[in-house]
């Protein structure tokens, strides 16, 4: 312990704490300018030839836009580029809070099935023709992968309260429903035509190019429920970190805590896999950036999974359209391409490993 | 102000921890010291008056009963912060410190908040700490940390839970010092628990022995350290000395 002769008077821990949340709010925002400028590459980007300008004003003055142009910009790609950083801040969102209630760094909604779960309920809607929910039109496939997804949150949900909210608990649940649902999976997949396996893979190498406005309106809507309850419970989260005693102590009641986080990231997860597909590494992947980069304080550190969740999704769309002009690769692929080496990089560059 | 504990029993299963445990009325504006051999039931003690634990009995706060109060209501009256953490999150000593102050109520924080923690972190004496990652922390620097989160918090009751033991020996008096100014400024009631009977002697204007969940002694130091209960609890012959202070001085000696 060092001797405290040259102690911090308490104006410089005061300075020292300001400088750091100034900091903090500065590379927040940073991230949300950054966000801005993927958005509008995201917009620019794509086989017709629109420059930025010409993007600009359809966006701007719709009535100057041809029809060709408008549909491009309107119903083509802006619901792309907006369903991108929706998703994306869901599923960082969603990654955030489960890291966080189950202790966890490796957990994100794919560790607890829930993947899995939509992927099987695509399947059964692909390769069997069936639907869940009657009337849904050519929603199908994706109504069957939420209502599974769904499905297998209800039921983490419910063992969890039998069986009292331990992350060990909540964690080997998951994983027995992810394997189950796979091997219900691959049951499917074995008696499918290849047309089927096509479709099927299709879907789970996950596309944005089924977004629609309909579905960015019904994210956001989820979302902004969602966020800000998780903010609101900012502090009891944080102290959650700290382990379940001192969350206790400072007067949280940590099961409660858990089970309303479950149910909150089970939605966001469910719409955002049955809407895109399964993208597993944002979820992963947009925490730990938070983390490193603003550390564990919930104000800070939630929102900056969500913007991080969201650049990651959102780079991704504009190099799926980049990489090969003229084609769209699924963005499933692409997500682990160019968050890998940034991500190593951090992990490299940092100057102190946690979860130690 | 007064605290009563009345009768309280709690058990694991078949074990009894708590059997009956109860003593004379804690006032305020004194720090009691809890003593007892390991496993005794401290611990489970201070869970059980601050409510983290369910025990049968009666936890009365002047006229309050704590059973009637809300979990997070009963907490913010009575303050128990356990001394270990877990650390591996990328929080600073700022930040959690912080959080206790806040005690999860509102989101911005305020140049009020900002301050009370500097000071706080001053007079905890690990102001130097305030922006260190708590994954960085010795153990001695993090119980410095919980006892800094413990007294930002404006409870009537405080409860610390061995606040000492990975200390060295300046920082335990200068520990135990700023609880006993801190209980005495804000005419609280303080209970520590300690192993250390010097220390106990030394800082607490109250003791009481606890030995398998019974209270079996309490009064003024000078008087509980000289009954024979104390060398029998502890299984080793005890003499005390007054020292060049006019301080008791408690010698310890095993039997074998």
């Known amino acids: ?25 500065a590379l927040v925002a940073a991230a949300a300018l950054m966000l801005f400028v993927t958005i509008v590459l995201d917009v620019i980007t794509g086989p017709a030839d629109l420059d930025f300008w010409r993007v600009a004003e359809v966006i701007l003055n719709p009535s100057v836009a041809t029809a060709k142009e408008e549909v491009i910009v309107w119903d083509l790609r802006l619901p792309v580029a907006m369903m991108a950083v929706v998703v994306g801040a869901m599923l960082g969102v969603s990654g955030a809070e489960l890291q966080t209630i189950l202790n966890n ?59 009292g909210a ?70 009891a989260l944080t102290a959650l970190r700290m382990g379940e005693d001192k969350a206790a102590a400072l007067g949280v009641n940590v099961n409660a805590l858990r089970l309303m986080v479950l149910a909150g990231v089970s939605l966001l997860a469910a719409v955002a896999v049955s809407f895109v597909g399964a993208i597993a590494f944002v979820g992963l992947v947009a925490p730990h950036i938070a983390r490193m980069i603003v550390g ?54 940092q100057r102190k490993r946690h979860w130690q | 102000m007064t605290l009563k504990v009345h009768d309280l029993r709690f058990s694991y299963g078949a074990r009894a921890i708590l059997r009956g445990t109860g003593f004379a009325p804690l ?57 270990f953490f877990a650390a591996n999150a990328a929080l600073t000593v700022f930040d959690v410190v912080m959080m206790a102050r806040k005690n999860l109520t509102g989101w911005r924080v305020t140049s009020e908040d900002t301050e009370a923690v500097a000071h706080a972190l001053r007079d905890a004496r690990i102001g130097h700490l305030a922006e260190a990652y708590i994954s960085e922390l010795s153990g001695g620097q993090a119980q410095m940390v919980s006892v ?16 000492t033991s990975a200390l060295d020996l300046n920082h335990q008096l200068r520990m135990l010092g700023q609880i006993k100014d801190a209980i005495a400024a804000r005419k609280a009631i303080g209970v520590v628990a300690l192993h250390d009977l010097n220390l106990a002697a030394r800082f607490a204007d109250h003791l009481i022995l606890l030995r398998q969940g019974e209270v079996l002694a309490e009064g003024a130091p000078d008087e509980v350290l000289q009954l024979p209960e104390i060398a029998q609890t502890y299984g080793v012959d005890i003499h005390i000395t007054t020292g060049p202070r006019e301080d008791l001085v408690v010698h310890a000696y095993s039997h074998d």
């Open chain 1, 166 to 235: 331990n992350p060990e608990t909540m964690i080997l649940m998951g994983i027995a429903m992810m394997f189950t649902f796979n091997a219900l999976l691959a049951l499917l997949q074995y008696g499918a035509s290849e047309l089927q396996l096509a479709q099927l893979i299709f879907w789970q190498l996950g596309s944005l190019s089924r977004a629609t406005w309909p579905k960015v309106a019904i994210c956001v809507v989820i979302l902004a429920v969602v966020l800000p309850y998780f903010l609101g419970r900012s502090w």
């Open chain 2, 148 to 163: 800094a989160q413990a007294l930002i918090r404006d409870s009537d009751v405080y409860l610390f839970d061995e606040p």
């Open chain 2, 27 to 83: 006032k305020k504006g004194h720090l009691t010291a809890l003593i007892g051999p390991n496993a005794s039931g401290k611990s489970t003690l201070f869970r059980a008056i601050a409510g983290l634990l369910k025990a049968e009995g009666k936890v009365i706060l002047d006229r309050t009963d704590l059973a009637t109060l809300s979990p997070k209501a009963r907490l913010s009256r009575v303050c128990f912060m356990p001394q």
């Open chain 1, 1 to 25: 312990m060092t001797e405290i002769s040259n102690a911090p008077t308490v104006d410089a821990i005061v300075r020292g704490y300001r400088k750091r949340a100034m900091w903090r709010i």
């Open chain 1, 105 to 163: 760094p490796l957990a994100e909604p794919f560790t607890l099935g829930l993947s899995a779960a939509a992927s099987f309920g695509a399947a059964v809607a692909i390769v069997l023709g069936w639907s869940v929910l009657p009337g849904v039109g050519a929603l199908f496939v994706t109504v069957n992968a939420f209502v599974f997804a769904m499905g297998a949150s209800l039921l983490l949900f419910l063992v969890t309260r039998l069986r």
């Open chain 1, 296 to 349: 564990e304080d919930q104000r800070g550190f939630l929102t900056l999974s969500a913007v991080a969740g969201a650049l990651i999704l959102s780079g991704t769309s504009i190099l799926s359209k980049a990489i090969t002009p003229g084609v769209v690769y699924p963005i499933g692929m692409i997500t682990s391409l160019i968050g890998v080496p940034f991500f190593v990089s951090l992990i490299l560059g």
